[in-house]
């Protein structure tokens, strides 16, 4: 089966060709992140406009990379929820559009249930059930995989989620956007110590997440001295540590509580180097195996999007004719189940 996915919920424009008995065959991405940086943050209409006018000349290009003719292709998938409202109309317009053009059915794919099985597009792919730490500039969240399409949030977020504590904490720092690769990068220059800044909610039990405090001590920080090249690094240093540190410390306590022996680490913050290297080591420790996507297929991507979408599209209801609805908030709750062996037959891991 071959099925084209396509990402439009946020910044970025994906697009790939996922095929159940050979892999991903072709994947392109365009990033926005030109049209947002002198905005500092991505501008939802802007978003929205570019969109349409990549979508189209990208699907092409991987079509032709893949060496597909939209005629062979048995299903198109494209993100329905969560993500902004006009961006996310712009995949499903063009999406469901191409379906009926091509008499095929098209599928509606949640963003996070894309980025959850984005490590199964590695050669080293989890088996399941397993742990998620999903975090991105939308989401922080621990989430319990039992089965395809099985999922329990254990711990999320009760304000910022991580990805925009990066992306604003980089903002107060005069660093560019978005934030997590920036913070990321000055880090590397930063005097360990020099600063400390709390880890949020550990010192309680539970596994949800709370980083707005931690983006207003920064602030604190930033407004009480005089900024010089290395402050700015040494705070970025501080920042990233107390970042990973309370994901780390919240994922140990997740395992424990769940006693699975595989986790997994997707979404854009999942690319940070540090917390990859962090999460190693915890596995290392507790005996647990670790698995996580490559960077690219880490941020948003249509990799992930055609992936879970063959595995959506021959079991959810095709919506009929041309009408069709975008999710703008959607929890991974409320997700249907794959059913039984069906995983199996419709995905395989590249
Ligand atoms: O998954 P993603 O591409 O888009 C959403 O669905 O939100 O995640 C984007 C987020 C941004 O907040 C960005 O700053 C963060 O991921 N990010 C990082 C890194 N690369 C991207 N955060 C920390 N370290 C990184 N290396
Ligand atoms: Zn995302």
Redesign the pocket.
Same mark, same amino acid.
């Given at each position: 089966m071959l099925i084209l996915g396509i990402e439009t919920?946020?910044d970025?424009t994906g697009a790939a060709i996922y095929d159940t008995a050979r892999g991903l065959l072709a994947h392109k991405l365009y990033s926005q992140v030109e049209i947002h940086r002198p905005h500092g943050g991505i501008v939802p209409e802007l978003a929205a406009r570019d969109h349409i006018q990549k979508l189209l000349p990208l699907i092409n290009a991987v079509g032709e990379e893949a060496g597909v003719e939209p005629t062979r292709l048995d299903g198109v998938a494209y993100t329905s929820g969560p993500g902004l409202a006009g961006a996310l109309l712009v995949g499903a317009s063009v999406g469901r559009s191409l379906a009926f053009a091509l008499d095929i059915p098209a599928v509606g794919v949640h963003?996070m249930e894309g980025?959850l099985l984005a490590p199964m597009l590695e050669d080293e792919s989890p088996c399941f059930p397993f742990l998620a730490l999903l975090v991105? @500039? @939308?989401h922080t969240l621990l989430v319990d995989v039992e089965a395809p399409g099985c999922y329990r949030i254990m711990g999320e977020s009760l304000d910022d989620a991580v @990805?925009?504590a990066?992306?604003k904490t980089a903002k107060l720092l005069g660093l560019g956007y978005?934030?997590?690769?920036e913070?990321?990068a000055a880090a590397t220059a930063g005097i360990p110590g020099r600063f400390h800044f709390p880890r949020p909610m550990t010192d309680r039990p539970g596994l949800d997440f709370s980083f707005s405090g931690l983006k207003t001590r920064v602030m604190e920080t930033v407004r009480s001295r005089e900024m010089d090249r290395q402050t700015v690094a040494d705070i970025a240093h501080a920042f990233q540590d107390a970042a990973v540190d309370t994901l780390v410390i919240k994922t140990r306590r997740a395992l424990r509580e769940t006693g699975y022996e595989q986790f997994v680490v997707a979404? @854009?913050?999942g690319?940070?180097?540090l917390l990859r290297e962090q999460l190693g080591a915890l596995g290392e420790e507790l005996g647990c195996s670790f698995f996580y996507p490559r960077p690219e297929f880490?941020?948003?991507n249509g990799a992930m999007i055609a992936y879970a979408g063959a595995m959506r599209v021959s079991c959810a209801p095709v919506q009929p004719g041309t009408g069709f609805e975008v999710r703008p908030r959607w929890s991974l709750e409320d997700l249907e189940p794959v059913p039984a062996g069906l995983w199996e037959t419709c995905t395989r891991a590249d």
């Open positions: 919920s946020c970025d963003h980025h991105s @500039g @939308g @990805g925009e990066f992306d978005p934030g997590g690769p913070i990321s979404g @854009g913050v690319a940070n180097r880490c941020t948003d």
